[in-house]
């Protein structure tokens, strides 16, 4: 199974992302982690980096997608893409690797969530990227570049919107759901969960 989540900032998406790994057995590939981890060292690409995180903006296409096709080579048939495809550049650069190899995307899931409670909730989590001013500059960003991308999931027919609102377990639950994923499992998974303490509230 190949799935991307898409959300607007704060829309719990890296949460239900991981979830949906651990219980469809997907490898988790998170260009936002991969990209604050390269931004750690000193080196100039590292510094070019941490310029685009720090004010909010998409980092170049190229140098996402470098870190991007490593690891879906590495898990091509089971991956959750985790804020993949941002751009419509990144659509063909995606659209491009998997149709070499006779592959596809089985569904594009989009957490919808409003934008007082993205607010609420990023100003709660203080990454250092989550001050006011940024957080509204994430969200322009999202729409005006990833609003083109759903739509072209829409019309390729795997779009699944979800509603973002709730709890991580109701929403985890919507998504498995929309996915056609039998309630046994969703039932065993919640409950898994419960006890498990690596997942992020
Ligand atoms: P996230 O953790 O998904 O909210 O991503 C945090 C930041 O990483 C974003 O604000 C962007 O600066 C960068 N980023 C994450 N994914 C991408 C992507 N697909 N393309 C470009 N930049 C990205």
Request: proline fraction near 6%; hydrophobic fraction near 40%; charged fraction near 30%.
């Amino acid at each position: 199974m190949r799935l991307s989540i898409l959300g607007a900032p704060g829309s719990g998406k890296s949460t239900q992302a991981r979830r949906i790994s651990e219980v469809c057995n997907l490898a988790h590939i998170y260009p936002g982690e991969l990209l604050r981890l390269e931004a750690q060292s000193d080196s100039p690409l590292a510094r070019r980096i941490r310029e685009y995180l720090e004010a909010g903006q998409l980092v170049p296409s190229d140098i996402v997608f470098h870190l991007v096709e490593r690891e879906i080579t590495r898990s091509f048939d089971r991956f959750v893409l985790d804020g993949f495809p941002r751009t419509m550049t990144q659509v063909l650069e995606l659209e491009f690797l998997l149709r070499k190899r006779n592959a596809k995307l089985d569904a594009l899931i989009v957490l919808e969530v409003s934008r007082n409670e993205i607010m609420h909730r990023l100003l709660a989590r203080g990454r250092p990227d989550d001050t006011p001013d940024i957080i509204e500059r994430r969200i322009d960003v999202f729409h005006r570049e990833t609003d083109p991308v759903i739509q072209f999931y829409r019309q390729e027919s795997i779009l699944l919107m979800v509603d973002g609102e709730g709890t991580p377990d109701v929403v985890t639950y919507r998504i498995l759901s929309a996915l056609g994923i039998e309630p046994v499992s969703r039932t065993a998974y919640i409950q898994q969960t419960k006890g498990n303490k690596r997942i992020p509230p």
